[in-house]
């Protein structure tokens, strides 16, 4: 069984500062795969960045770059000089090879 | 253009009126995924299939039901549609499994049971 938790359902940042949000998980798969997604007003999902369980070193995608503690099983996402385009829901998820779990969210403000 | 479509965008319908709610995607892969959004409680998954003819119960498969005939196919059923079942639906698909492979996700089905 897979859990992720978000536990800041909102978040604000002014543009061009930093923000990181937070995301903790619980799994019983011995390989999986974490990610980040965002989901703008359109509510499309965008995959932002994802983490292979078994690497140490951190993902990075330009702006955007997680800090995964596997012991912790904590993986939050910073997000660098924050754009108005940031703005969105960004959803956690945890997944092995056959089901993805995916946390409650968070809601990103920017502030111009 | 690599794409996963589903049809209709939006539906109102009334309880116990069968429906159906399509999903296709043309990047040949293997594994796709529906899944449901309820604000505070993010995106839940309701159904999956590993491949053409297999299909497995995800974490809310209550009330639904699926069909893997085709690989490009993954049609969700509500059978008798309740209000509870007023949602945001999302299929997905992936070249794989979701361990490794980037999901590819639709634009969404706007569903409201009366």
């Known amino acids: 069984a897979q859990t992720v938790t978000q536990s800041q359902p909102e978040m604000s940042v002014q543009e061009a500062e930093t923000v990181t949000l937070s995301c903790t998980y619980d799994?019983?798969?011995?390989?999986?795969?974490l990610f980040w997604y965002k989901q703008p007003p359109s509510r499309q999902m965008i995959l932002v960045i994802r983490?292979?369980?078994?690497?140490?070193q951190n993902a990075t995608e330009n702006r955007f770059s997680v800090n995964f503690q596997k012991a912790a099983k904590s993986f939050s996402l910073k997000i660098s000089d924050s754009q108005l385009g940031d703005a969105a829901m960004y959803f956690c998820?945890?997944?092995?090879?056959?089901?993805?779990?995916f946390g409650t969210g968070t809601k990103l403000q920017v502030i111009p | 253009e690599a794409q996963v479509t589903q049809n209709p965008r939006y539906l109102i319908t009334v309880t116990g009126k069968k429906l159906t709610v399509t999903c296709s995607q043309n990047?040949?892969?293997?594994?796709m995924s529906w899944y449901r959004q309820d604000p505070g409680l993010g995106l839940r998954q309701i159904y999956y299939?590993?491949?053409?003819?297999?299909?497995d119960k995800g974490d809310v498969p209550e009330g639904y039901k699926v069909s893997r005939k085709e690989k490009r196919n993954f049609p969700l059923i509500l059978e008798s549609p309740s209000p509870n079942q007023t949602s945001l639906y999302f299929c997905?698909?992936?070249?794989?499994?979701?361990?490794?492979?980037?999901?590819?996700f639709g634009p969404g089905t706007r569903l409201t049971v009366l």
């Open positions: 998820a945890s997944g092995g090879y056959q089901k993805v779990t």
């Open positions: 799994t019983s798969e011995s390989d999986y795969y």
């Open positions: 983490q292979e369980a078994y690497k140490q």
């Open positions: 990047m040949n892969h293997e594994y």
């Open positions: 299939s590993m491949n053409v003819e297999v299909t």
């Open positions: 997905a698909s992936s070249l794989y499994g979701t361990e490794y492979n980037e999901q590819f």
